[in-house]
């Protein structure tokens, strides 16, 4: 729900078994998301500036991560770090941040901690999605995941929810059923089209007025109107 470009996301990985989920709930949140596996390509992408965020393995062949770290910091690079460690022990993870990383995540992570840790980060650089987005008299609040109309706080179903943040960030624009399907439901299954019209409807009742915002294009998707009809 930014209004500019999607945040980029560095990960420099060489286990494929943790960089291939984690590159792929990154693209789900949205990010643009480039994928390294060895030290020295981990700090020529931190250094080219194209990244928002570097998601920084430590055991990396080529250069240690922490060496890529350091070597940021030493040619004058501010990029936002979050070291995955599988080190544990808090002399590494002082070692880490001594050597200029922001944040650290253990392994093995749970993907919801690693997303809300990058968040963060982006949102200290001032590159995160905005937190509070205002169409017409909704206003919804992803820091608490509060949602109101006209001031009048709704109270809506994490799926209802996850639902009309997708609407917002894609205000103006069609989201297919299918990007609905698989970013709310985690599905690629278009037999439960039934489940979204029937939080559609229960969606546009608890909006309110609002509701009218939300257009049905029959077989194809929906779309939010920044016009209240
Ligand atoms: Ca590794």
């Avoid at 020529?44 to 393995?57: E, I, K, N, P, R």
């Avoid at 240690?64 to 910091?73: F, H, I, K, S, Y």
Wanted: proline share 4%; charged share 25%; aromatic share 2%.
């Amino acid at each position: 729900m930014n209004g500019g470009r999607p945040a980029r996301v560095l990960v420099a990985e060489d286990d494929t078994e943790i960089s291939g989920p984690l590159v792929r709930a990154l693209q789900r949140e949205g990010y643009e998301v480039a994928l390294v596996s060895d030290g020295p390509t981990a700090l020529a992408g931190g250094m080219s500036g194209t990244a928002d965020l570097l998601v920084l393995d430590l055991g990396l062949p080529g250069m240690d991560g922490l060496d890529v770290c350091r070597a940021l910091r030493a040619r004058g690079s501010a990029l936002p770090v979050l070291v995955l460690t599988a080190r544990t022990g808090t002399g590494d993870l002082v070692v880490g941040l001594d050597a200029g990383a922001d944040d650290y995540v253990a392994k093995p992570f749970r993907l919801p901690e690693l997303l809300a840790r990058v968040r963060v980060q982006l949102r200290r650089a001032g590159t995160g999605p905005q937190d509070v987005v205002a169409v017409g008299s909704l206003v919804l609040d992803d820091r608490s995941r509060r949602v109101t109309v006209d001031g009048d706080e709704v109270v809506l179903t994490p799926k209802e929810y996850e639902l009309l943040r997708l609407l917002v960030q894609h205000v103006g624009e069609v989201v297919t059923r299918e990007v609905i399907m698989r970013e709310v439901w985690h599905t690629e299954w278009l037999g439960a089209t039934k489940t979204l019209d029937m939080h559609v409807s229960t969606l546009r009742r608890k909006l309110g007025d609002a509701g009218a915002m939300i257009t049905t294009l029959r077989g194809v998707g929906l779309r939010l109107e920044r016009r209240e009809v």
